[in-house]
C-alpha cells in the first residue's frame, strides 16, 4: 500500500473518533441496565423494540427535513406544522368522502402548498442568510398551524387506516413472558421502510432526481446548465409536502390528530441533525439512535436520576435526544452521514 | 417644518456623539419620559396598566436582551424563555429564602443568575453557527423546562409546580397597586434601555456587531470571538433573567412552569423581527405589537359585529403573526424600526425628496 493511501485512512480514523466515542457510549448505555440487573432480558428487548419503532417514526418526519435542507439549503422548522395540516386535511375530508380520495385530496393541497410557499416565501427571500430562512419558516410554521385549526377545526380526529391495534406477543419460548409488539408499529415501519427505498429511486434514477441533486451539489452550476431552480423547490416542497402527509396518516392513526402532532417535528429535528441534514439514510439511522437512546434513557436512566438527584420523577425524554444531539454537534456538526463543510466560526 | 436641524451646530465631539444628535429628538424622548412617569399613571386606568403597559415594558426589556444577541451579535437564539424562567426562579428562590434582600438587589442576582446559565448554554457558539446553534439553543429551552418541573428545589417542593409569590416590597413601599408596579417597572426599564444604547456604541457594541457582520473579518481585525459572542450571550441573558423575574413577581404574580415554555420564547422572536433586528426601538415598537393585536383582535371583529370564538381568535393570531414574520422578512427585513427610521428621514428633508 502506498503511503499517502495509509495516511488518509489514519486521517479518516481520527476523524471518525466522536462516532467511535458516540457508539461505545451508547452501547455502554445499552448494556448497563442488562449487566446491573435492572432489567430481565424479555424487558429489555420489549424497551428495545418500542424504541426501534418510535425511531421509525421520528425518521418520517426527519425525512421531510433532510429532503428540503438538502435541495434549497432552508432548514424548514415547518414540517411539523406541515404533518398537521396534511393530517388535519384527511381526516376532516374523510368524513365526506372514501379515506383514499381524501388522501389524494390532501396531497394535492400540500402540492398547492409547496407552490404557494415557492411564491410568496422562497422566492423574495432567495441568497438570504441561512437563520433568516429558518425564521421564515418559523413565520410559515404558525401560520399553518393557525390556517389549519382555522379552517379544519382544532378537536382531536381520528384517522382509520384499518390498521390492526391489538399487540402481539412473539418469543413466549425464548423468553419469560415473551415480548410484547405492537402490530401498528410494525406497519408503521414498513411504510416508513417503502418511502425511504421510494425516495432512494427517485433521487437515483429519474431525470428530477438527478436535477434535485444537482441543485443540492451547486445551485449556481445547476442553474447554469439550464434546471429551473424555481421548479425545483416547488418539487421538493411538495415532496416534502408528501412525506409530512404520510407521517401525519401514520402519527395521526396511532395518536389521533390533535395539535400536538405538529410538536412531533420538535422530536424530529435533532434526528435530522444527529443524521446529517444532508444525508437520507442518515434519518433512518438517526431515527434509531435516537428512538432507541431516548426510550432506555427515561426508562433506565430517568428513574436513577430521579432516584439520586430527588427529582418530580424522570420525565428526561424532553430534552434528552437534544442533548445528545448538543454533545454531537460539538465535535462533528455534519452529523454521522452529512457531507461535511468546512465553516469558520 | 418643526422638524429640522438647521443651526444645530456641533461644537465638540461630545456634542457630536451625544445620543440625540437632534434638539427635536431630545425634546420629544424628555417629552415621553416626563409623560410616561407624570400623565400616564394619572390617566390610565388600572386594567389598561395591568394588561397592556405593564406586560409591554417587561416585554420591552426581553425583546432588547435578545435583540442583543440575535439582533446585535447574529447569534440566533429560541431559548430565551428558559433564560427568563431562570431569572424568575431565582428572584422567587431567593425572597423565599432570603426574605430580608431588597428587591432591587434580588433583581440584580436574578439577572446575574440567567446570564451564567447563558453563558453555559452560549459556549456552543464558538463551535457552531446559524441553525446548528439554534438548535442548541432549542436544546437549552427544553432542559430549562424540565428543570423548572422536575428538580423540587426551584419549586420550594409545591405539588403542581407552580409557585405564588408575595407582594413586592422595596424600602417600605408595598407594590400591590398597578400604578406602583408600573413605576417599578418603568424606572427600570429606562435604565436598562439606557445602559442597552450605551453597550451597543461602545466598543463591545461594535465587536458584536462585526462578529455578526463577517465573523473571520472581525477576528482579522482583532476582536476576540470568544468575549464578543459570551459577552453578548451574558448581557442578553441578564436582561432576559430580569425581565423574567420582573415577568413572574409583577405581572403574573404565580406561575406554573409552563409560562416559560417555547411559545414565550417564539413571541419574544417575533418581536424583534417584526420590530427591527438591531434596534432598540425596534424591540419597544415589536413588544407593542405582540401585547396590543391579541387585543385588539379581541375587541375588533365584536365591534364590527362579527363574533369569533376564543379558539378561532387564537387562530387568527397566529396567522396574522405567522404571515407578518414572512412579509417582513421578504420586504423589510429591519422591520418596524426601519419604518420608522424612514419616516424621520422624510420629514428631516421634507418637502425636498432627498
Redesign the interface.
Known amino acids: 500500500m502506498k503511503p499517502a493511501m495509509q495516511r488518509l485512512s489514519i486521517v479518516r480514523l481520527r476523524r471518525q473518533w466522536p462516532v467511535v466515542l458516540l457508539a461505545a457510549l451508547l452501547a455502554a448505555g445499552l448494556l448497563a441496565p442488562l449487566a446491573s440487573g435492572a432489567a430481565t432480558a424479555g424487558f429489555f428487548l420489549e424497551v428495545m423494540l418500542g424504541g426501534l419503532m418510535a425511531g421509525v417514526l421520528y425518521s418520517l418526519v426527519a425525512l421531510g427535513f433532510v429532503l428540503i435542507y438538502k435541495a434549497s439549503g432552508v ?1 424548514n422548522y415547518a414540517q411539523g406544522a406541515m404533518v398537521l395540516f396534511a393530517a388535519l386535511a384527511t381526516a376532516r375530508m374523510a368524513e365526506h368522502m372514501p379515506l383514499a380520495l381524501a388522501v389524494v385530496a390532501a396531497l394535492l393541497l400540500m402540492i398547492g402548498f409547496a407552490w404557494l410557499v415557492e411564491r ?2 422562497l422566492r ?2 432567495v441568497n ?5 430562512l ?3 419558516t ?10 389549519g ?2 379552517v379544519w377545526g ?1 378537536d382531536i380526529y381520528r384517522i382509520d387506516l384499518g390498521l390492526p391495534k391489538d399487540p402481539m406477543i412473539v418469543g413466549v419460548h425464548l423468553f419469560e413472558g415473551g415480548v410484547l409488539v405492537s402490530r401498528e408499529d410494525l406497519v408503521a415501519a414498513s411504510v416508513a421502510a417503502a418511502l425511504v427505498l421510494m425516495l432512494s429511486l427517485f433521487f437515483q434514477k429519474t431525470a428530477t432526481g438527478r436535477a434535485l441533486r444537482a441543485v443540492a451539489d451547486d445551485h449556481l452550476a445547476a442553474q447554469s446548465i439550464g434546471i429551473p431552480l424555481n421548479r425545483i423547490w416547488v418539487i421538493v416542497w411538495a415532496v416534502a409536502g408528501f412525506v409530512a402527509l404520510v407521517a401525519g396518516l401514520v402519527w395521526g392513526s396511532k395518536l389521533g390528530v390533535q395539535f400536538s402532532l405538529s410538536q412531533v417535528a ?1 422530536k424530529a ?2 434526528v435530522a ?1 444527529l443524521g446529517g441534514l444532508t444525508s437520507i439514510p442518515g434519518a433512518i439511522v438517526g431515527g434509531l439512535i435516537i428512538g432507541v437512546g431516548e426510550k432506555f434513557a427515561d426508562v433506565f436512566l430517568g428513574q436513577a436520576l ?1 432516584h439520586w ?8 425524554e ?2 434528552f435526544a ?2 445528545l ?2 454533545g454531537f ?2 465535535v462533528r ?1 455534519e452529523g454521522l452521514f452529512g457531507e461535511r463543510h468546512i ?3 | 417644518m418643526l422638524y429640522r436641524e438647521n443651526g444645530q451646530f456641533k461644537t465638540s465631539y461630545s456634542a457630536d456623539q451625544q445620543l440625540l444628535p437632534i434638539a427635536q429628538d431630545r425634546w420629544l424622548m424628555i417629552a415621553l419620559v416626563a409623560s410616561s412617569f407624570i400623565a400616564v399613571p394619572l390617566v390610565a386606568s388600572d386594567y389598561t396598566l395591568r394588561a397592556l403597559i405593564i406586560p409591554f415594558l417587561i416585554l420591552a426589556i426581553a425583546a432588547i436582551g435578545l435583540n442583543i444577541l440575535v439582533g446585535y451579535c ?1 447569534q ?1 437564539s429560541l431559548g430565551s424563555a428558559g433564560l427568563m424562567g431562570v431569572g424568575a426562579y431565582v428572584a422567587f428562590n431567593l425572597t423565599l429564602r432570603v426574605p430580608q434582600l431588597n428587591f432591587l438587589l434580588v433583581l440584580l442576582l436574578s439577572g446575574a443568575g440567567a446570564a451564567l446559565v447563558g453563558i453555559a448554554f452560549g459556549t ?9 446553534l ?3 439553543t ?2 437549552a429551552q ?2 430549562l ?2 428543570a423548572f ?4 428545589w426551584f419549586t420550594a417542593d409545591s405539588p403542581s ?1 407552580s409557585v405564588s409569590t408575595n407582594p413586592i416590597e422595596l424600602l417600605g413601599w408595598t407594590l400591590d397597586r398597578p400604578v406602583d408596579k408600573y413605576l417599578l417597572v418603568l424606572g427600570l426599564v429606562c435604565l436598562l434601555t439606557l445602559a442597552a444604547k450605551n453597550l451597543t456604541r461602545s466598543h463591545i457594541g461594535r465587536a458584536w456587531m462585526a462578529t455578526r457582520d463577517m ?2 473579518a472581525a477576528e482579522i481585525i482583532g476582536v476576540r ?1 470568544l468575549t464578543a459572542k459570551l459577552t453578548a450571550f451574558a448581557v442578553s441573558s441578564f436582561y432576559a433573567g430580569v425581565a423574567g423575574a420582573l415577568w413572574g413577581f409583577v405581572h403574573l404574580g404565580s406561575w406554573e412552569p409552563a409560562a416559560f415554555g ?1 411559545v414565550m420564547s ?1 413571541n419574544v ?1 417575533f418581536m424583534i ?1 417584526i420590530g427591527g433586528l438591531g434596534s432598540i426601538i425596534g424591540s419597544f415598537f415589536g413588544a407593542a405589537f405582540i401585547v396590543v393585536l391579541p387585543v385588539l383582535l379581541n375587541r375588533l371583529p365584536a365591534a364590527v359585529g362579527i363574533d369569533l370564538s376564543t ?2 381568535r ?13 412579509l417582513f ?3 423589510e ?1 429591519l422591520g418596524l424600526a426601519r419604518l420608522w427610521a424612514i419616516g424621520k428621514q422624510k420629514l428631516r428633508v421634507w418637502p425636498f425628496p432627498h
Open positions: 432548514f410568496l416565501v423574495p427571500l438570504q442568510s441561512g437563520a433568516t429558518l425564521m421564515a418559523l413565520g410559515i410554521s404558525i401560520f399553518l398551524e393557525g390556517f385549526q382555522a382544532n420538535l429535528l435533532p441533525i430521579a438527584f430527588n427529582l418530580e420523577g424522570g420525565g428526561i424532553q430534552w437534544y442533548v444531539v448538543l454537534l460539538l456538526p465553516d469558520r466560526v | 447574529g440566533i456552543p457558539s464558538l463551535r457552531i453557527k446559524g441553525l446548528y439554534a438548535v442548541a432549542l436544546a427544553f432542559f423546562d424540565w418541573v422536575r428538580v423540587r409546580g465573523d473571520v470571538p417555547l417564539l422572536l423581527i379558539a378561532m387564537s387562530h387568527l393570531e397566529s396567522m396574522i403573526f405567522g404571515g407578518l414574520i414572512v422578512l421578504a420586504i427585513p
